[in-house]
Structures are given as structure tokens and as C-alpha cells.
């Protein structure tokens, strides 16, 4: 097996896309010797080459995360269904709900070609495990690619794919799930077992990701033999974090204390503190990312904008009681210890 190493301190700082990682969070854990990724998803390409730019004016170390396209048949009538049930959630934070946008890969081809023109040292992707054409490409042009997997059967096909090493998403990782099956996914695997099955599987280097949120799991779960682990809830409430201030608060309310897997946000399965929003529309939230993603934007961005917590998708891993202010590389050392 190919050995990889992220640096000096093996943690991996999560690329969380809509807002948390910004360059300001991956050059902090840069410096503080950890391993930081801009998060791609949702951008354009060329957002995504002024942030590359940004970091580079302070540091080589660092990695971009990119979306696979996700184009799945999808029930179109249970998702103009969905609309309907939303209305009443537009009407209360006094915006339209869009026509249901179908298709969206998220800039893919152009986010590869850029990536393999002007390559960054590592790229890792999540929602899917990119053809193996694109890895060996970008591999050829001198990155490091890492796959997102939530079980052995995709670390299967992360190592078929030629990927250099796989990040082991767990049940209680915040935000999305890389699954590729969504309709059976729960959301309770444990990063302990899942790396174990991993390793029994694919000779490939394993990143550990979901829950760790103290120096104890990480030493448990790099005992394991992971590499490295990949840690986004705790960096939330981080001061270089683009984390918006509703989330931050909400993180330290006691009104939201516990956390669930939803699909009523954005049509594929994500940690999130459990709010009204989840309690109202998880049970019926079909499937079908991202036209339920685009479809409940615009009540998202107004809650927002309202400061109302209970209308945003406030993406959170079930360690998320553990996170603390302060700097990126206070919020290290009190994993690393
Ligand atoms: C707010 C938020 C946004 C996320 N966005 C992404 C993303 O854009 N790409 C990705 O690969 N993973 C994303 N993740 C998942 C992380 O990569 C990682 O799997 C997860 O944070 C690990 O679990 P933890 O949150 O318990 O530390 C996100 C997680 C959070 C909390």
C-alpha cells in the first residue's frame, strides 16, 4: 500500500461548502500544520480560482473538494409535490418558491479541467466516486486525489478508480453524506467500525471522518490505522470560518440539542441540528438532488436573513455539543493536545 501523509499533524480541516471554508480557514490550518480544502461545491469556477489564488498568496499546503455529479432518476412528481407542501414555509419568510431546476452538475467538467491545468496538491471529492479517467488525470498532473466513501462497496470503487486513498464518512458526520445509495442511508455507522471495514477490504490509505470532536477519538480512531482524520463540525464556530452567526448561536442554544438525518433541505441525506424545518418535512422530503436543494434556497437565504434558525439547513455533526470558539489553531490544539 501507497503511504500519504496530509503533514506536520494528521488532521485533515473538512472543505464545508455554502459558507464555513473560506481561504482565510484552509491558510490558518495550513499554518497551525494541519491540512485545509476549499470547498468547490456550489461555486462557480471562477470563485473557485480566486480562492485557490487567495490561498496560494500564503501557502502550497492545501486542497480543493469537488461535487460529482449526482444523475440519479429522481420522482419528479413527488418533488412538484414537495413544492406544494413548501408553500406555506415561502409564504411565512415572504419569498417564491423557484420553477424546480432539474439539472445542475455544479460546473463539473470545467471545475476538472481546471483543476487538471493548473493542478493543487490534493483534490478529494464527496457524492460519488468520479470515472477513473479523471483521477488518473488529475494524478498526472500531480495531485492527490482522495474519495469520500460511506461503506466498503464505494471504497471498492474508489480503489478500482485509482483514487490514493479514501476518506471514511461516518453515520455522524455533519452535513451531507457521500453516499451513493440515499434512499437506504440512516445515517448510523460509526467512524471506528467503518474504518476497520475498510481496511479489511481495500489495501488504501483511510482518512477518518464523522463525530471527532476531542484529543480521545482522534487518537481512537488513528489507532485504528486511519491516516489521518478529516474534522468539520469542530472547526465551526472556528474565527476564520465563513460559519454564519444564526449557526454559530444555534450551536450553543440549548433549544437545539440534538441532531438528525434529513433529506428536506436539499433532496440527499445530511446531518443537520434537528429544527422546525426538519421536524416538519423530513418525513415526506423525497429524493432528489439538487432541484430540492435550488428548491428551498430561497427560504433558506431568507431565514438567514432573518437571523431565524429554524428555516436554514444548519448542517452539524452529532459531536457538534464539543465545538468551541476560538482560533483554527486553538480549536487543533485542543484535538492534537
Ligand atoms: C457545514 C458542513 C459542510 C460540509 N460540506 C462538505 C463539502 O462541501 N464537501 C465534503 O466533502 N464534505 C462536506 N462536509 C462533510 C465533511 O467533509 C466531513 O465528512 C464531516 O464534517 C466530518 O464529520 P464532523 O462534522 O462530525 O467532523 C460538510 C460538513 C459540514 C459540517
Same mark, same amino acid.
Given at each position: 500500500?501507497?503511504? &500519504?501523509?496530509?503533514?506536520?499533524?494528521?488532521?485533515?480541516?473538512?472543505?464545508?461548502?455554502?459558507?464555513?471554508?473560506?481561504?482565510?480557514?484552509?491558510?490558518?490550518?495550513?499554518?497551525?500544520?494541519?491540512?485545509?480544502?476549499?470547498?468547490?461545491?456550489?461555486?462557480?469556477?471562477?470563485?473557485?480560482?480566486?480562492?485557490?489564488?487567495?490561498?496560494?498568496?500564503?501557502?502550497?499546503?492545501?486542497?480543493?473538494?469537488?461535487?460529482?455529479?449526482?444523475?440519479?432518476?429522481?420522482?419528479?412528481?413527488?418533488?412538484?409535490?414537495?413544492?406544494?407542501?413548501?408553500?406555506?414555509?415561502?409564504?411565512?419568510?415572504? *419569498?417564491?418558491?423557484?420553477?424546480?431546476?432539474?439539472?445542475?452538475? %455544479?460546473?463539473?467538467?470545467?471545475?476538472?479541467?481546471?483543476?487538471?491545468?493548473?493542478?493543487?496538491?490534493?483534490?478529494?471529492?464527496?457524492?460519488?466516486?468520479?470515472?477513473?479517467?479523471?483521477?488518473?488525470?488529475?494524478?498526472?498532473?500531480?495531485?492527490?486525489?482522495?474519495?469520500?466513501?460511506?461503506?466498503? %462497496?464505494?471504497?471498492?470503487?474508489?480503489?478500482?478508480?485509482? +483514487?490514493?486513498?479514501?476518506?471514511?464518512?461516518?453515520? !455522524?458526520?455533519?452535513?451531507?453524506? !457521500?453516499?451513493?445509495?440515499?434512499?437506504?442511508?440512516?445515517?448510523?455507522?460509526?467512524?471506528?467500525?467503518? *474504518?476497520?471495514?475498510?481496511?479489511?477490504?481495500?489495501?488504501?490509505?483511510?482518512?477518518?471522518?464523522?463525530?471527532?470532536?476531542?484529543?480521545? %477519538?482522534? #487518537?481512537?480512531?488513528?489507532?485504528?490505522?486511519?491516516?489521518?482524520?478529516?474534522?468539520?463540525?469542530?472547526?465551526?464556530?472556528?474565527?476564520?470560518?465563513?460559519?454564519?452567526?444564526?449557526?454559530? #448561536?444555534?450551536?450553543?442554544?440549548?433549544?437545539?440539542?440534538?441532531?438528525? *438525518?434529513?433529506?428536506?433541505?436539499?433532496?440527499?441525506?445530511?446531518?443537520?441540528?434537528?429544527?422546525?424545518?426538519?421536524?416538519?418535512?423530513?418525513?415526506?422530503?423525497?429524493?432528489?438532488?439538487?432541484?430540492?436543494?435550488?428548491?428551498? +434556497?430561497?427560504?433558506?437565504?431568507?431565514?438567514?436573513?432573518?437571523?431565524?434558525?429554524?428555516?436554514?439547513? &444548519?448542517?452539524?455533526? +452529532?459531536?457538534?455539543?464539543?465545538?468551541?470558539?476560538?482560533?483554527?489553531?486553538?480549536?487543533?490544539?485542543?484535538?492534537?493536545?
Amino acid at each position: 500500500m501507497n503511504e &500519504l501523509s496530509v503533514g506536520d499533524v494528521p488532521v485533515i480541516v473538512a472543505p464545508m461548502a455554502g459558507g464555513p471554508s473560506t481561504p482565510a480557514l484552509v491558510v490558518a490550518a495550513a499554518a497551525a500544520g494541519a491540512l485545509g480544502f476549499l470547498a468547490a461545491g456550489y461555486k462557480s469556477v471562477e470563485i473557485m480560482a480566486g480562492e485557490i489564488a487567495a490561498v496560494r498568496d500564503s501557502t502550497d499546503h492545501f486542497g480543493v473538494n469537488v461535487f460529482v455529479p449526482d444523475d440519479s432518476p429522481v420522482d419528479r412528481a413527488a418533488i412538484e409535490r414537495y413544492r406544494d407542501r413548501l408553500r406555506p414555509e415561502a409564504e411565512r419568510y415572504g *419569498v417564491e418558491l423557484p420553477e424546480i431546476r432539474w439539472a445542475d452538475d %455544479d460546473h463539473w467538467s470545467e471545475k476538472i479541467s481546471m483543476l487538471i491545468a493548473d493542478p493543487v496538491p490534493w483534490v478529494s471529492f464527496t457524492f460519488g466516486v468520479p470515472d477513473s479517467a479523471t483521477i488518473r488525470d488529475l494524478k498526472r498532473a500531480g495531485s492527490q486525489v482522495l474519495v469520500t466513501v460511506t461503506d466498503p %462497496d464505494e471504497a471498492e470503487l474508489a480503489f478500482d478508480s485509482g +483514487a490514493d486513498g479514501v476518506i471514511a464518512q461516518s453515520g !455522524s458526520a455533519g452535513g451531507h453524506s !457521500s453516499t451513493t445509495n440515499p434512499a437506504l442511508y440512516r445515517g448510523d455507522t460509526t467512524t471506528l467500525d467503518l *474504518v476497520a471495514e475498510i481496511r479489511f477490504r481495500v489495501p488504501l490509505p483511510v482518512v477518518a471522518a464523522g463525530g471527532i470532536a476531542s484529543r480521545q %477519538d482522534l #487518537e481512537a480512531v488513528l489507532d485504528t490505522r486511519a491516516f489521518a482524520v478529516q474534522v468539520g463540525t469542530h472547526f465551526l464556530k472556528a474565527v476564520e470560518a465563513g460559519t454564519r452567526p444564526t449557526q454559530r #448561536e444555534a450551536m450553543g442554544d440549548p433549544r437545539f440539542a440534538e441532531t438528525v *438525518v434529513t433529506r428536506a433541505f436539499t433532496g440527499r441525506p445530511a446531518r443537520a441540528l434537528r429544527n422546525r424545518f426538519t421536524d416538519t418535512f423530513s418525513d415526506s422530503a423525497p429524493l432528489g438532488y439538487p432541484a430540492i436543494h435550488h428548491l428551498t +434556497a430561497p427560504i433558506r437565504a431568507a431565514a438567514g436573513a432573518q437571523g431565524d434558525p429554524h428555516g436554514i439547513n &444548519l448542517w452539524a455533526g +452529532a459531536g457538534f455539543g464539543y465545538a468551541r470558539d476560538g482560533t483554527t489553531a486553538e480549536i487543533l490544539a485542543s484535538l492534537i493536545g
